[in-house]
């Protein structure tokens, strides 16, 4: 069984351009959870998606990120415009359904940096 | 809202010896999951044990136990037989049944002395 995958592992992007962050949850999941880890913390809620919809962003920036979840392929976090700020690792985590501690899984993670 | 606190930001432990790290939480739900996970220099975040609340028997995964007392709300990890891989940040994190979120402790840094 593959896990959670995320693409790609590290993303290089410049003041200003866009970064987008794929992921593929496990096979049989449709929730999917995406998490910000800043240098020196722990990882941080940012939102949580089932196939075509957002069920809370409450974690999300208000400007410039956006996540979709589209019922074909996989989860994409976007950011535009990236600045310094936003280099972190950004983790995905994929289970069957709310709630279920038992079977939710964390993907390797996407290293953002930007310069 | 959730807290959790991990109060040892690092932590030291001659291999093979044995080292517990600390973790407490702060919740007005009943149904949760409490989550250890090792994030070692790679940065992946490996699950280490959990525990299901409702379940007073404690977890445990081969050298790794938790001491879970949810009436104190507290959820230690114990390392038995400490090896040099089991140096990593160690991250302690609460997951709800009826939520979408695990609230993550600041971690704590375990280094193992040869």
């Known amino acids: 069984n593959a896990g959670v995958m995320q693409n790609p592992r590290h993303l290089v992007r410049r003041r200003g351009q866009e970064a987008r962050l794929r992921c593929s949850p496990m096979k049989g999941h449709s929730h999917v959870y995406w998490y910000r880890q800043l240098p020196e913390e722990g990882l941080k809620f940012m939102v949580y998606l089932q196939k075509e919809n957002i069920i809370d962003e409450s974690g999300m920036p208000k400007e410039r990120f956006s996540a979709e979840f589209p019922k074909e392929g996989p989860s994409i976090l976007r950011i535009q415009q990236v600045v310094r700020g936003d280099s972190a690792a950004y983790f995905c985590?994929?289970?069957?359904?709310?709630?279920?501690?038992?079977?939710?899984?964390f993907g390797e993670g996407s290293w953002l940096t930007v310069v | 809202a959730q807290t959790v606190t991990q109060s040892q930001p690092e932590m030291s432990v001659q291999e093979a010896e044995t080292v517990t790290l600390s973790c407490t939480y702060d919740t007005s739900e009943s149904d949760y999951y409490l989550f250890w996970y090792k994030q070692p220099p790679s940065r992946q975040m490996i699950l280490v044990i959990r525990?299901?609340?409702?379940?007073?028997q404690n977890a445990t995964e081969n050298r790794f136990s938790v001491n879970f007392q949810k009436a104190a709300k507290s959820f230690s990890l114990k390392i038995s037989d400490s090896q040099l891989g089991d140096a990593a940040m160690y991250f302690c994190?609460?997951?709800?049944?009826?939520?979408?979120?695990?609230?993550f402790g600041t971690g704590t840094s375990l280094t193992v002395i040869p």
């Open positions: 994190a609460w997951f709800s049944n009826t939520g979408n979120q695990f609230y």
């Open positions: 985590a994929s289970s069957p359904k709310i709630g279920d501690g038992n079977t939710i899984y």
């Open positions: 525990q299901e609340a409702y379940k007073q």
